[in-house]
């Protein structure tokens, strides 16, 4: 976050500072432009307290400053950091709270009607860090964060973040049908996106739906079918799975142990010198010989995992020869 917020900052000062250049402000404007830089760089520096003081004094030497959106961002921002959860209940701690919060909406309905490089982005940041603010161990108003996160989603119905997060607050509260409902959405408005699919899985798993979960694994490896972390991603999950749960039937343990197997091939099909999936592979075979009444396929079994144990020690081994330097 921070590296994203000393990007934008830079653009942000390239804007002020070309706005000024032109000459078309007033006396007011450019003091008002100078107090936004002055705060940029006393937020850069955590020095939070001035750097409130000088994005407050910019929006009120010109309330109709272009930037005055980011200001208030940035004002709320700097109250959000002041704020201290471990003082909750002291006045002037709250007050640094309630402060982040006005400033959240004044910034989301200025940069509501800003035309300049990066207003979305600090319009979405708004209305997220306001969903913030409303959390358990911040304001702990559940009603009103929900309606700043509905809010975010009809500003943004294509965006799968708004839906997560909204997800999240219901999860939060063990309301785990509407979670669902919202992680699947993400999944739906932008069907391509993995990493929805990663969330949707993590949801289900944190929940203990065992099926879901590796359904959703599934949806994400098919995203990125090229990607041998996603199929070793699910391999993991099957071993997991037939390792520790004494309830499974040896025939359902047994295809989750096979279905293990055939990600972690495809894995290694990607990439060949993934130790980690010549690792699994190793624990699939062997927990799967383990559970082989078969004589004959426990041996082949065991054969086919004592392969991959001898190539895992061969690849430790030459990464430890040749260790990869450190940047």
Known sequence: MQFRFTRMIVLIVGVSLAATACGKYSIGSIRSSKAFKDGLEEYQKADYRSAVESFERSTQLSPDFQLAGFA???????????????RKGEPDNDANLEKAVENYRKAIEKLASSDLQQAGQFRNLSFQYLVAAYGPDRLNDFSKAEGVARELIAAEPNEPTNYQALGRLYQDQGRNEEAEQMFIKATEVQPNNAVGYQLLANFYNQTGDFDKTLAAFQKRAEVEPNNPEAWHTMATFYYDKAFRDSRLSPSVAKGYLQAGVQAEEKALALNDQYLEAVQYMNMLLTLQANKEPNI???????????KYYQKAMQMRAAQSANPTPKK
Not at 72 to 86: I, L, S, V
């Open 72 to 86: 208030y961002f940035y004002e709320g921002n700097a109250y959000d950091k002041m704020y201290r959860p471990t």
């Open 296 to 306: 004959e396929a426990k041996k082949q079994l065991l054969q086919e995992a004592t």
